[in-house]
C-alpha cells in the first residue's frame, strides 16, 4: 500500500468517526444520580441522536447549542421514554438524562404534595419548598405545543415564563402588565413543544417539578441501555 493509500484510508476513516460522532451516537457520562437504579451516576452511556430526530443535533461540535436545529422527525418523543437533552447551567449547556412523564397537550394536575398526569396515571410527589415552579402553576395544567396561542396575564405568565424566554422573548412585567420585548402582550404563540421530565429517584432528581418543560429542540437523543 502506497504512502497516498494509507493517507487517503486514514482520512476517509477520520471523516467517518466525526460524522458518527455529530450525527448519530456519542457516549456521555451521567453526571447525577437522577436516574437512579436505572442508570447510576458516573456511569457511561451512548446516546442514540437517530431516536426521534434526523438532521442536525441540538448541540455542534465548536459552535455549541443549535437554537432551532434542522431536522426531521423520526418519531416523536413518548410518555416513560428516557431522553437526553441539553439545559443551561450556570452559562454552560450540559447534558442530563430523565424520563419524560407528559408529552405536548398532555394534563397535570397537582395538590400540596402530588403530581399526577392524565395519559399516564403516574403519580409522583413533591415537595413546595424544594420544587419551587410547582408552587407557581395551576391545576390543572395543559403542556405547551408548537402552534398553541397562550393566554398570558401577570399570573398565568410564571407557567409558561422559561418557555417563552427560551423562545428568544424578552418578558418583563410592570404594573401587573406583562411585556414581550418591550411590548404589553395578552397572548403568545407557541413555537416549539414541550415536555415535563422527571428523573427516576423521584426524591434527589432536579428535574421539571424545579424548572419547568424541557424544549423539543433541546432534546440530544436517548441512552442505549
Known amino acids: 500500500m502506497s504512502l497516498r493509500q494509507s493517507i487517503y484510508i486514514g482520512t476517509s476513516a477520520l471523516i467517518i468517526?466525526?460524522?458518527v460522532r455529530i450525527f448519530a451516537i456519542e457516549v456521555f457520562v451521567v453526571p447525577t444520580d437522577s436516574m437512579s437504579p436505572t442508570i447510576q451516576k458516573g456511569e457511561k452511556v451512548i446516546v442514540n441522536?437517530?431516536?426521534?430526530?434526523?438532521?442536525?443535533?441540538?448541540?455542534?461540535?465548536?459552535?455549541g447549542r443549535i437554537t432551532n436545529p434542522l431536522r426531521l422527525t423520526i418519531s416523536?418523543?413518548?410518555v416513560n421514554d428516557i431522553i437526553v437533552f441539553l439545559r443551561n447551567e450556570?452559562?454552560?449547556?450540559?447534558?442530563y438524562v430523565k424520563r419524560i412523564y407528559a408529552v405536548p397537550h398532555d394534563t397535570l394536575y397537582h395538590n400540596d404534595t402530588t403530581l399526577w398526569f392524565q395519559s399516564s396515571k403516574n403519580f409522583i410527589s413533591y415537595t413546595k419548598t424544594r420544587?419551587?415552579?410547582m408552587d407557581?402553576?395551576?391545576?390543572?395544567?395543559?403542556?405547551?405545543?408548537?402552534?398553541?396561542?397562550?393566554r398570558i396575564n401577570s399570573s398565568t405568565i410564571e407557567w409558561y415564563k422559561n418557555a417563552i424566554e427560551h423562545e428568544g422573548t424578552?418578558?418583563?412585567?410592570?404594573?401587573?402588565?406583562?411585556y414581550f420585548n418591550g411590548k404589553p402582550q395578552n397572548h403568545y404563540i407557541v413555537r416549539n413543544n414541550y415536555y415535563f421530565v422527571i428523573g427516576d429517584n423521584?426524591?434527589?432528581s432536579s428535574d421539571s417539578r424545579f424548572y419547568g418543560f424541557v424544549p423539543e429542540n433541546t432534546i440530544y437523543g436517548n441512552p442505549l441501555l
Open 202 to 204: 423521584h426524591t434527589q
Open 76 to 78: 416523536s418523543p413518548r
Open 136 to 150: 407557581k402553576i395551576q391545576s390543572p395544567l395543559i403542556v405547551p405545543a408548537k402552534g398553541d396561542t397562550l
Open 131 to 133: 420544587h419551587y415552579w
Open 49 to 63: 441522536k437517530f431516536r426521534f430526530f434526523i438532521g442536525f443535533p441540538a448541540r455542534f461540535p465548536f459552535f
Open 170 to 178: 424578552k418578558v418583563t412585567i410592570m404594573n401587573n402588565i406583562v
Open 90 to 95: 450556570q452559562h454552560n449547556d450540559a447534558l
Open 17 to 19: 468517526v466525526i460524522l
